[in-house]
């Protein structure tokens, strides 16, 4: 029997998954953003200060040390996933992010215990990234799996609004905490702050997702005995141009996402020497211009395809990568927010649709273990390095343009991988007898 053939879960039993799907990403964007916004304003002087000249690159790039990771954690979550479920996966991958953010939060500085204190800030980073490769794949099938078909694309925006939605917490909790001490304060205590009510968020989590009912998809590979024993040699076995495509289409928008989340902070701030606060208000408020276009994104891929919708999102960032620069460049307030604004949107637009369209292109005896690898890999290519790579052009070319050319080739190369995305692709789910409009 097809697992849409089996009793349909209730209004309440969906709203439930979509609120677990959202929650855990949240969750885990948060607290990734906490530690990009730190290692922006406090771990390159407490932790990498020894670097001298370089340690604001270095602490920039230790936010790669997640991207590394991330994809080891795809495969061995996808693994679990394919094999045992994604509710305990999902779960488990929730609990190690925890267990890393405290131990940042808890960890004493390079002048307190020397060496230790960085190589052990990059361990808990690595951590973290192992975490974030299993979590974003499992919490988009979580709401994927059981949304109707013709709402896909709108079921799968609760996986995807957690990264704006964990900016807005991780910017609107710094600067509060900020507002709230002095510099003095915050630089010696006050950016633990954000790291220790993880905690709570956490048992959140943790509480909701214990609470939902395995997917309709995963119910049904079990009670047909249909698991694959090594989920990750199939993938690559059968869908390895598929799986490679898919982490091209993504690569852009992390960039950007990168740019927006954990640069612009930076440079305003060391660059253009602007009050770090105001700028953190602003970037809070355009997640929240990011998570309604996200929204729409989704919901305009179930209406329009979801290549057609990601490559609009991406046409209007290409377009809009030197204007970005120009009215950041102003040192304005009212010009920055113009220009993460227009950014956000573009964000949304191509972010909405990725795990509805992802999740159509791999079946789901694999599926946790295929979409989370190209997420992971093109989240290191993509964004890993973005802010470490960005600083590195604005001190090799002085100009803040040598960013844009960055973001526009990694455009171009992202709507070229949808391009070569074909309909026959998306096979994923057995009862598309007809592979349309929503696909494609």
Not at 172 to 198: A, H, K, M, N
Request: hydrophobic letters at 50%; aromatic letters at 14%; zero cysteines.
């Amino acid at each position: 029997m097809s697992y849409d053939q089996q009793t349909a879960p209730s209004r309440a039993d969906l709203f439930k998954v979509r609120f677990a799907s959202g929650i855990g990403s949240t969750i885990e964007w948060y607290l990734s953003f906490a530690y990009i916004s730190a290692a922006g304003l406090i771990f390159s002087s407490q932790y990498f200060g020894a670097l001298g000249p370089n340690a604001l690159i270095v602490s920039l790039g230790s936010v790669a040390a997640s991207f590394i990771a991330s994809p080891l954690g795809g495969v061995v979550a996808g693994h679990f996933g394919d094999r045992y479920g994604r509710k305990a996966t999902l779960i488990g991958t929730l609990a190690v992010m925890g267990v890393a953010s405290l131990g940042i939060g808890l960890l004493p500085t390079y002048d307190q215990i020397g060496l230790a204190a960085p190589v052990l800030l990059v361990i808990f980073r690595f951590l973290q990234g192992l975490s974030t490769g299993g979590e974003w794949g499992g919490a988009a099938l979580m709401s994927i799996e059981y949304a109707p078909r013709a709402k896909r694309g709108f079921y799968g925006v609760f996986s995807q609004i957690g990264t704006p939605a964990g900016l807005v917490l991780s910017t609107g909790t710094f600067f509060l905490v900020q507002s709230l001490t002095t510099p003095e304060q915050f630089e010696t205590w006050g950016w633990r702050v954000p790291f220790f009510i993880s905690v709570v968020l956490v048992l959140v989590g943790l509480k909701i997702r214990t609470s939902i009912s395995e997917t309709p998809a995963f119910a049904e590979i079990k009670q047909q005995h249909e698991e694959v024993r090594v989920p990750l040699k199939e993938a690559f076995k059968s869908y390895s141009w598929h799986m490679f495509l898919a982490g091209a289409s993504f690569i852009a928008n992390i960039l950007a996402g990168y740019l927006l989340i954990g640069y612009l902070l930076s440079y305003t701030s060391n660059s253009l020497e602007m009050d770090a606060g105001p700028i953190l208000l602003i970037l809070m408020l355009s997640a929240v211009v990011w998570i309604a276009f996200t929204v729409l994104g989704g919901i305009w891929s179930d209406r329009f395809g979801r290549k057609k919708t990601m490559i609009a999102g991406y046409m209007l960032m290409g377009v809009w990568a030197v204007p970005l620069f120009l009215l950041i460049n102003t040192r304005s307030l009212w010009a920055f927010a113009a220009g993460v604004f227009v950014l956000a949107i573009s964000l949304g637009v191509s972010y909405g649709p990725q795990s509805a369209m992802f999740a159509e292109l791999f079946p789901a005896r694999i599926r946790y273990t295929a979409a989370s690898l190209p997420y992971a890999v093109g989240g290191i290519v993509g964004g890993g390095f973005a802010p470490a790579i960005s600083e590195w052009l604005l001190q090799t070319t002085g100009t803040p343009f040598s960013i844009s050319i960055y973001l526009m080739l990694f455009v171009l190369l992202s709507i070229t991988a949808l391009l070569l995305l074909r309909k026959s692709y998306f096979e994923g789910f057995p009862e598309d007898s007809e592979k349309a409009t929503q696909l494609n």
